[in-house]
């Protein structure tokens, strides 16, 4: 199931992605203890997302071993962006620089899973 099926993976990214945009409203809105918790479920999907997208890494990485690491690494920027920008929100710190590494990323890995063998192919 999840050695050539991404539907796993979408599921748990699909979800992180939600949960972030939780925790941002959230706190806009003030409440603390919502935000807290939904950063620790967010934190959850991290490891599902890192797991999820490793056993995709670990039996397919030899079609284009160049890309699924650049499709790795990347992964693992965009998570890291989020879990920074939260961070530094809920310690009142500026976040303007890790938005536009957010984005940045979050498109290149989009493009990069769509991109590559597996799963969907909406570029080609
Ligand atoms: C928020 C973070 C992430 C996003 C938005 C994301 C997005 C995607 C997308 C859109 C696909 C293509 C799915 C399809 O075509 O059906 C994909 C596939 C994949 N992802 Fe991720 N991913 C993320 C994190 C990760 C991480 C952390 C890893 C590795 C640890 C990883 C490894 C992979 C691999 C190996 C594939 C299969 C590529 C293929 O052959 O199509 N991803 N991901």
Redesign the pocket.
Known sequence: MFVTS??A??TT?GI??ILFIIALILHAKGNKVGFKVTQMILRVFYIL?????????IH??S?NPAM?GV??L???L??GF?EMILIRLSKGKRTGMFWILFIIF?LI??Y??????????PFY
């Open positions: 991404t539907h993976h979408i990214w992180a992605l997302v890192i797991i999820t997208g490793g056993l995709l890494f397919n990485q079609i699924y499709k790795l990347g992964g693992l965009v998570l989020m979050l890995v989009l990069l899973g769509l991109k590559l063998p597996l799963g969907f192919h």
